[in-house]
């Protein structure tokens, strides 16, 4: 609990974050907004300004909607389970158990790895030849023929979201132990002693003591879900024929692939409103989690 006086920081003691802020930040979206506004092509020795002739383009392309809609969907099922299975994971590392330490370096062991590296061990995992989850279901005696994973549109979209809810566990999860951290243990022995079994102990205790961080957990997920690029390119280059198409990939493809750099301004500065505004409902519709007590 902060005191009244405490919680007035001198101005000064800001600037530096607020230089940080606009160097990393403000003018990097700024210089974003201002490239959209111009035919930027690389095969054109000009930058003629077309004002919002760029969100226009962007907006009526068809593959702007399939990327918007495979953004949404599978953010939307990959940011909730994420913070689900971290919650999970990050109960089952403060447990004390024999070779807790090894668990740990495990499960932050993909954390580590730059997320080409990951699509590329995804890859073997899943290609419909030679992949290891092929080969094992066939060993076990489950499937009689090799499944084409990344090559089917549907088997595509849970390919990339298993891949991308692994790489995000460590993260989520390190960050809900230091959470799990604060809660008193009176309270757990309290609820114990009036007969609450686990199930109610999550839903009555550990939830609403560190709700607050869950739904930072939450909205970081979805902030990742949405510019996600890398992992994707690395398994499916955005196929099958469109299936895996995201938002951050129809973003590169416009700038580096059509060399139209004035679309992939306007797309970022979309992909950047749609980001805020999902954070902007979410908080509202959970008012008062992330609040500092005076």
Not at 23 to 45: D, E, K, M
Not at 110 to 118: E, I, L, N, T
Request: proline letters at 5%; aromatic letters at 12%.
């Amino acid at each position: 609990m902060y005191t009244r006086g405490f919680s007035r920081y001198p101005i000064e003691w800001l600037f530096p974050v607020l230089i940080l802020v606009i160097i990393f930040t403000v003018f990097p979206f700024g210089y974003a907004i201002w490239n959209s506004l111009f035919q930027i092509l690389l095969v054109l020795p000009i930058k003629p300004f077309v004002g919002i002739q760029n969100y226009i383009d962007v907006v009526s392309s068809p593959y702007f909607w399939e990327a918007l809609v495979n953004t949404l969907v599978i953010t939307g099922i990959t940011a909730p389970i994420t913070v689900i299975i971290a919650l999970g994971v990050a109960r089952l590392l403060l447990t004390k158990f024999v070779g807790r330490s090894i668990v740990r370096a495990v499960v932050l062991l993909p954390w580590a790895m730059p997320g080409v590296v990951s699509g590329t061990v995804w890859v073997w995992i899943f290609h419909g030849q030679w992949g290891v989850l092929n080969s094992l279901l066939m060993k076990l005696g489950i499937i009689d023929n090799y499944i084409q994973w990344l090559n089917t549109p549907n088997l595509a979209r849970i390919a990339v979201m298993v891949a991308h809810i692994w790489t995000q566990i460590p993260f989520a999860s390190v960050l809900l132990m230091a959470a799990l951290t604060t809660i008193n243990k009176e309270i757990y022995e309290a609820a114990e002693v009036d007969g609450a079994g686990p199930a109610r102990r999550l839903f009555s205790v550990t939830i609403p003591q560190i709700k607050a961080i869950l739904l930072i957990a939450f909205i970081y997920e979805l902030i990742i879900g949405l510019t996600s690029y890398d992992l994707t390119y690395a398994m499916t280059r955005g196929g099958p024929g469109g299936a895996t198409t995201l938002l951050s990939y129809y973003i590169w493809a416009e700038s580096f692939k059509m060399l139209h750099f004035g679309r992939g301004a306007a797309l970022g500065v979309i992909v950047a409103l749609i980001t805020l505004g999902l954070i902007l409902a979410i908080l509202r519709a959970v008012p008062g989690e992330i609040t500092v007590e005076e």
